[in-house]
């Protein structure tokens, strides 16, 4: 009798260490799931950030080659200017100074060519496969058109403009999401238009800044 006791006792002592291996085992097993998640998240996140570092980058250059360009057509058209003054001048010799300082203080009449517009685009396969840069006035300067129709083309041809600046709220917004889980990779072109209308006053505003 004595010798059955002591067989339950180790039955049941056996019984609970099994219990708790188990226990163990699925704790370790949802605390891996959990590291593997969160791993995962995080080259999301990583990815993401590539990402906008890639277009920082991208911005920045076709922002010198803008301001290289500008120069470059300010300096074409003094010359042409001073030219036409060096002809007002042969003309009317005693108002030569008045002649010069009527020119560099009036407002220019001609069309002004635009420079120094760039802004980010996402097309329609989204974030973060679909990003570029686009120096909207260049594409103006080359087709001969206004900036705003430029813009306006690429809307139509169902891709999302952006400031340097708003998309670096966007990406920050995106970051944090995926990192708690809220939003997983990629992001499609419409649920970016969802996210910016949630967000319209932060996003919005930069935007409307540079058009």
Not at 1 to 6: C, H, I, V
Not at 33 to 41: D, H, I, V, W
Not at 98 to 121: A, H, N, W
Not at 142 to 150: A, G, L, T
Request: a neutral charge; glycine letters at 4%.
């Amino acid at each position: 009798m004595e010798s059955l006791k002591t067989f339950r006792s180790q039955v049941e002592a056996m019984q609970s260490q099994a219990k708790k291996l188990i226990e163990t085992g699925l704790a370790s097993n949802a605390l891996f799931a959990g590291e593997e998640t969160r791993l995962s998240r995080e080259d999301e996140a990583s990815s993401l950030i590539a990402v906008y570092r890639a277009i920082a980058e991208e911005s920045q250059r076709l922002k010198r080659v803008e301001a290289s360009a500008s120069r470059g057509y300010s300096q074409a058209s003094l010359v042409l200017s001073l030219s036409e003054l060096a002809v007002t001048a042969i003309v009317s010799k005693g108002k030569r100074l008045s002649s010069i300082t009527d020119y560099l203080l009036r407002e220019p009449t001609d069309k002004q060519q635009p420079f120094g517009l760039v802004m980010v685009c996402i097309g329609p396969r989204g974030l973060p496969e679909d990003a570029g840069v686009v120096s909207i006035s260049q594409l103006a300067r080359e087709s001969n058109r206004h900036q705003p129709e430029i813009m306006n083309k690429l809307r139509d041809d169902a891709y999302l403009l952006f400031s340097e600046e708003a998309f670096c709220l966007l990406i920050d917004r995106l970051i944090s999401d995926v990192r708690e889980g809220r939003l997983r990779l990629p992001v499609s072109r419409d649920k970016l238009v969802e996210i910016t209308g949630l967000n319209k006053q932060k996003l919005r505003a930069k935007i409307i800044e540079v058009e």
